[in-house]
């Protein structure tokens, strides 16, 4: 069994800057794919940035040039650091991690969440 828990989100103003880790519980754990979604009030959950085990990043439309994936697998965590982030990124951010390669990824765990609030 592994477990994901995510840190980092909090509640800032359009504009700012934050950066949410998830580490894995399993020291041997080494996913093909680890990525983040996010689910905002009434809206499904939707992929923002996923990551290969050898580093190829792959993000939404709606977070490039804003958002960096980075992994480390010795330490077994994905990290996303957000850049000037607007109230339309608010939502509970998730981490994930499952089989995959550059062209597909299906998350099989997943994290409890973090909450991100953008707002004046």
């Known amino acids: 069994q592994v477990q994901l828990v995510e840190s980092g989100g909090g509640l800032l103003q359009p504009g700012g800057s934050l950066r949410l880790s998830c580490v894995a519980s399993?020291?041997?754990?080494?996913?093909?794919?680890m990525g983040w979604y996010r689910q905002a009030p009434g809206k499904q959950r939707e992929l923002v940035a996923r990551?290969?085990?050898?580093?190829?990043?792959y993000y939404a439309d709606f977070v490039k040039g804003r958002f960096t994936i980075s992994r480390d697998n010795a330490k077994n965590t994905v990290s996303l650091q957000m850049n000037n982030l607007k109230p339309e990124d608010t939502a509970v951010y998730y981490c994930s991690a499952g089989p995959g390669d550059n062209s597909y990824y299906t998350p099989v765990y997943w994290g409890q969440g973090t909450h991100v609030t953008v707002s004046s």
């Open positions: 990551i290969t085990n050898d580093g190829v990043p």
């Open positions: 399993r020291s041997n754990f080494s996913p093909k794919v």
